[in-house]
C-alpha cells in the first residue's frame, strides 16, 4: 500500500503538549492501521495542519469503506473520546465501495 504524509512546513519543528501529541499519534496511528487491516486500500493519505488554532489530522484511504451504522467502531470511539477530553472531536467519512476518511481535530494555542 501506498502511503503519503504531508504537513505543514511549520510543523515539522513544532511541539505540543504531550496530551495533544499523544492524542494525535494514536489516531493517526488507528486510522492507518485500520485501512491496512480492513480497507484493502491501495493508497493512504495523511495530512497534518495547524489552522485557526486547530491541528488536525487527516488520514483517507481509497479502501472498500464500510457501513458505520453496523459496524462497532470499537477503537475510533476510544479516539473520539480522547479528543473529546482535549476540547477536540473526530469526523468519519465513509460508506460502502467509498474509501474512509477521519478527520481528527484538538484545538492547540496559536
Known amino acids: 500500500m501506498r502511503t503519503t504524509v504531508t504537513s505543514d512546513p511549520g510543523l515539522r519543528t513544532r511541539r505540543y503538549a504531550d496530551e495533544v501529541e499523544g492524542a494525535m499519534y494514536f489516531t493517526v496511528n488507528e486510522a492507518v492501521a485500520n485501512a491496512l487491516k480492513h480497507a484493502?486500500?491501495?493508497?493512504?493519505?495523511?495530512?497534518?495542519?495547524?489552522?485557526?488554532?486547530?491541528?488536525?489530522?487527516v488520514v483517507a484511504d481509497d479502501g472498500t469503506g464500510f457501513d458505520p451504522g453496523t459496524t462497532a467502531r470499537r477503537g475510533l470511539a476510544t479516539l473520539s473520546d480522547r479528543l473529546?477530553?482535549?476540547?477536540?472531536?473526530?469526523?468519519?467519512?465513509?460508506?460502502?465501495?467509498?474509501?474512509?476518511?477521519?478527520?481528527?481535530?484538538?484545538?492547540?494555542?496559536g
Do not use: I
Open 84 to 109: 473529546d477530553a482535549l476540547g477536540g472531536g473526530l469526523d468519519l467519512d465513509t460508506s460502502l465501495g467509498k474509501g474512509t476518511r477521519v478527520n481528527a481535530w484538538v484545538p492547540v494555542d
Open 40 to 57: 484493502s486500500a491501495a493508497t493512504v493519505e495523511v495530512r497534518l495542519s495547524h489552522a485557526g488554532g486547530r491541528l488536525r489530522a
